[in-house]
T-cell receptor
Framework: ETGVTQSPTHLIKTRGQQVTLRCSSQ?????VSWYQQALGQGPQFIFQ???????GRGNFPPRFSGLQFPNYSSELNVNALELDDSALYLCASSLGSGRLNEQYFGPGTRLTVT | DQQVKQNSPSLSVQEGRISILNCDYTNSMFDYFLWYKKYPAEGPTFLIS?????DKNEDGRFTVFLNKSAKHLSLHIVPSQPGDSAVYFC??????FGTGTRLQVFP
């Protein structure tokens, strides 16, 4: 059973550019959540996808968007990058979107915006 | 508005002693609480949870206590081991994490 993987590990982008981060869920999991973790902070919820549909969204602007594919892998897209978008981006998969469904996190993608 | 706070950014404990990590929340509707542990370059991993119908849950060296009236929970690790050195996050709701406490256990 493979765990949650994310790519790339690190990424450097320039302000104004667009970025796509990828996440491969743990086998059998149909729900994926994305989090942004700024330095010294806890993870902040961006959005969740359940069976390819957005199933909840945190306080992030529309330039943060996502996709979940039929194989339950997922992408996080960020347009018009800002310096404050520099953070660790974590995805977590779970079997079900309920509150009691344990989440399994990937190692994250470190994004630096210059 | 921060719905959950971990007021100690860091904690240093000697091996074998007890580590106590605290978490305060504001929303009385929270009814299921989790603790995660995070090592550098890894994602958070689930550690222990507690439902609001309980005030204590124990799993080996880890015990979580919940005080609903005070909106406070704590994680006790005893005895602490060097491998416990990590950042610990409380999660009072599936989508909300605390700011984390960095625990260092020294020999």
């Amino acid at each position: 059973e493979t765990g949650v993987t994310q790519s790339p590990t690190h990424l450097i982008k320039t302000r104004g550019q667009q970025v796509t981060l990828r996440c491969s869920s743990q086998s059998g999991h149909n729900t994926v959540s994305w989090y942004q973790q700024a330095l010294g902070q806890g993870p902040q919820f961006i959005f969740q996808y359940y069976r390819e549909e957005e199933n909840g969204r945190g306080n992030f602007p529309p330039r943060f968007s996502g996709l979940q594919f039929p194989n339950y892998s997922s992408e996080l897209n960020v347009n018009a990058l800002e310096l404050d978008d520099s953070a660790l981006y974590l995805c977590a998969s779970s079997l079900g979107s309920g509150r009691l469904n344990e989440q399994y996190f990937g190692p994250g993608t470190r994004l630096t915006v210059t | 508005d921060q719905q959950v706070k971990q007021n100690s950014p860091s904690l240093s404990v000697q091996e074998g002693r007890i580590s106590i990590l605290n978490c305060d929340y504001t929303n009385s509707m929270f009814d299921y609480f989790l603790w995660y542990k995070k090592y550098p370059a890894e994602g958070p991993t689930f550690l222990i949870s507690i439902s609001s119908i309980k005030d204590k849950n124990e799993d080996g060296r880890f015990t979580v206590f919940l005080n609903k009236s005070a909106k406070h929970l704590s994680l006790h690790i005893v005895p602490s081991q060097p491998g416990d050195s990590a950042v610990y996050f409380c999660q009072p709701d599936k989508l909300i994490f605390g700011t984390g406490t960095r625990l260092q256990v020294f020999p």
